[in-house]
């Protein structure tokens, strides 16, 4: 079992930054890829980034590349989404996921999910 709670969200003006953090608990964190996604108001949720369980390995979706930087901690069960030049699209419920061995960009494949933490961002 992993739980996993985000936080970091609130208002930020276009082009500011934001840095999320996930706090995970379980014994084998570091067994888990972890995932963001995100959900704006009437959309499907959607990939962001994901990170292999070492760390060596990151992906994300075209839309954030440059601009999001995921990264983990396993001593500390952390999982990061350092977010700069935001724009308004970027506003979003955003949530943290894990699901075991192989990355994967498919929501549907995470098996443990947190809370979300909203992220608003003012043009």
């Known amino acids: 079992q992993v739980q996993l709670v985000e936080s970091g969200g609130g208002l930020v003006q276009a082009g500011g930054s934001l840095r999320l953090s996930c706090a995970a608990s379980g014994r084998t964190f570091s067994t888990y890829v972890m995932g963001w996604f995100r959900q704006a108001p009437g959309k499907e949720r959607e990939f962001v980034a994901s990170i292999s369980g070492g760390g060596g390995s990151t992906y994300y979706a075209d839309s954030v590349k440059g601009r999001l930087t995921i990264s983990r901690d396993n001593a500390k069960k952390m999982v990061y989404l350092q977010m700069n030049s935001l724009n308004p699209d970027d506003t979003a419920v955003y949530y943290c996921?894990?699901?075991?061995?192989?990355?994967?960009?498919?929501?549907?494949?995470?098996?443990?999910w947190g809370q979300g933490t909203q992220v608003t961002v003012s043009s």
């Open positions: 996921a894990a699901k075991k061995t192989y990355w994967s960009s498919d929501k549907q494949l995470y098996d443990y």
